[in-house]
């Protein structure tokens, strides 16, 4: 039973991160109506950017800060300097030119900082476990993590529908040049819209950090999975990418953690793993094709 | 009803068949030239180079004439791979490959199976795929690709990680597969079937269709044409060919690994389309090229040749139309009178 609820629990810790990626690129995309590979590169940009000052100086608050401005400051920069050029394109040249910028942040962080994962660890004020039940502790970090991700749900809620700033998002998004007629620049709104994404996105990876291990490639892991969310919630909605990333996490972890243990009984040690491996793996996009098949609009289209 | 898109038969340009054929005659003596140059070593990298183009003009098939950036073509590349592999494997141990069918050391044969094993995959992810269209399209064939590249990642009895070295390449007959020239001239065989083959789809009814679809797919369906029909079949004939070239590969190479199903070279594979130029016959062949070339051009500098390719991609695709092959198209219209 405690393992059954430490896995629903780690399985929530990843969908929250998956959150916060899917919600930036669910927004860009809903606002800008463009796709970007380049999000998971912000992701690393943070965790990157996190574990150097956190190595330097030791501060958790610094360390925090630095990944947040890093990625939203990388973020903007890439907005104005390549992603602004690409909005009136198709989603062909979009691709290819967020995918040079895949391949330009990869390979200069491999040159400034080597191949070799960084470590990074738990800040002290979170170090350590809480027992949540009689028997059963969990890391209070990963606690933290959930916690700040559903924070962060709440308040998009709130920015995005109760304020005078949302307001412009969602408007630039269906009646852009409406807006624009009514004296709005937009081309600020979507500059703070892809910052916004990139802080999200730094946020995780900062998050990471501690977690996994920070490395080229973070990224690119991340956002196919961050993908398969979005589909599965809905391109645009941000009520979707909540929604499918926290269905895509647990269906994730539950399945790596029992699918081995359920195959065994039925098969031989050896041949239950290897299935279960494969099949557990390949889980998220069975489900991502089952949704389609049902709702090929995802759960929650926007726009519908 | 469906007249409206038939055209007469089709007949290429006297100047351009003129042109294709000298190509074609270069690349026929390559190897010759190659080794009068005392460069050998040059002809193997040239039949990679065919292969690269053979698979690249798949996707071209999909991605620029039908309009459909699928961003999971790595899935069937790699999967012929697998075909090459496992099969000669099978083959060895006498065991059946995939569990279904015997192995072989024919590469015929395996050619023949891929492009089935192609087809059937393409088939299931188009079908789910196609469903959607815009970006969720792009995100759904890379997962479905990623899935594919999880599957064999696993598939221990095949290698897993480490990936699945060939002994001995699959024959054609009495052919000795071991001269580096032997494996150019299959290549090159391959890649003018590839050519002329899609050549012949691009001006059939089924190629004008598929064209017409991307430019208006409202006015296709007002003259009666069912758009998921037409880009399926473009789907799967482009997953059977990539998966071809995908046992090519392999067999060149005598190893197949789960590189070969990454999502990155779905991402090289497209690059190869746009640099050479979207929708053209010639263009992925001079994108793989091109690719090929700066990668081995690059690569002999540095070990991060990726972080010059990154620039130029920007460059290319932000500030050029037509990659590669508008600009020969370009240079020689500008040179006419």
Redesign the interface.
Known sequence: MTLVLEQVLNGLQLGVMLFLLAAGLTLV?GVMGV?NLAHGSLYMVGAYAAAIVAAKTGSAVLSVLAGLGAAAVIGMIVELG?LR?LYARD???Q???T??????F???T??LFGRKPLFVSVPKMLEGSVELMPGFTYPIYRLAVIGVGLLVAVGLYVLINRTRIGMLVRAGATHRQMVRALGVDIRMIFTLVFGLGALLAGLAGLMAGPILSVQVGMG?QIL?LT??V??IGG?GSVRGALLGALIVGLVDTLLRAFLPGLLRQVMQGPDAD?LA??VS??GV??L??LV??VR???LFPAHA | MTDAVSLPAPAMRKGAAVGWLAVAVLLAVFPTIADALGQPALVPLVGRILIYGMAAATLNLV?GYGGL?S?GHAAYFGLGGYVAGVMALSARNGDLAFGLFPGTDQLLVALAVAAVMGAVLAAVIGS?SL??S???F???T???A??VY??F?????YGGDDGLPMRRRLGIGALDMRDDRVLYFVALTGAVIVFLVIWRITVSRFGRVLSGLRQNEARMQAIGIAPRRYRLVAFILAGAGASMAGVLMANQLRFVSPDMLH??KS?EL??MV?LGG?GTLAGPFLGAAALVGLETVLGAFTE?W??L???I??AV??YTHGGIAGLVTKLVKGRAP
């Open positions: 995309f796709i390549v050029r989603h062909l040249d691709v290819l030119a995918f040079a910028l895949i391949l330009i990869n390979e200069t491999t040159l690119e196919i993908f398969v979005v589909v391109i290897a491996a494969g793996s390949m996009y069975l991502m094709a389609l098949l090929p609009r995802g | 991605l950036v961003f789910l469903r959607t815009g970006v969720q792009i995100m759904i890379l997962a479905f990623q899935m999880f599957l990642l696993s598939l221990k009895a999502w990155t991402g497209m690059i746009i979207v991060r990726q972080l390719l990154g620039p991609l920007l695709v932000l």
